[in-house]
């Protein structure tokens, strides 16, 4: 039986991982660049990835499907004590602090979706009236990111601008 540093030898190559994770390589050296991956060389030079990747590979493309970027997945696994691959109670608290960001996000497109409805057929793109404009420039002394759509008042006056023309 092999000591435990012995068990902990990076020794899958860069092709086994792409293999048993379902990913192109450039996918593998892609999330290595981004930090999201770790792989070691070998006497030979050739890259070489502990069995944990394939668990760390499993969460970042969850975490993808659940629509974050790679940059807050990295954030997320950042979190973990010396950026550790996730344990199974880690991958609980993180699929439901996701699952909170995914309703947020839901949330946010059925506003702008409604906003949209108010502005097909228009066109005024009006500073006054249109959410899907940014009226005086709420955006850059509120906050960050296009808040002003959480402004439901706006909605309401897209409705009206539309109605008023049609
Ligand atoms: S174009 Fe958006 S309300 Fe007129």
Known sequence: MAAASERDEPRLSVGQVAKRADVAVSTLHFYETKGLIRSWRNAGNQRRYK???????????????????????????????????????DWARMSRFWQAQLDEKIAYMMRVREMVDGCIGCGCLSMKSCPMYNPEDIVATEANGAVWLDHPEQAKAAKNCYDSKN
Do not use: F, H, Y
């Open 51 to 89: 069995k944990d990747v394939l668990r760390r590979i499993a969460v970042i493309k969850a975490g993808q499907k659940m629509g974050n970027s790679l940059v807050e997945i990295k954030e997320t696994l950042a979190k973990l004590p010396e950026s550790r691959t996730p344990t199974k109670e």
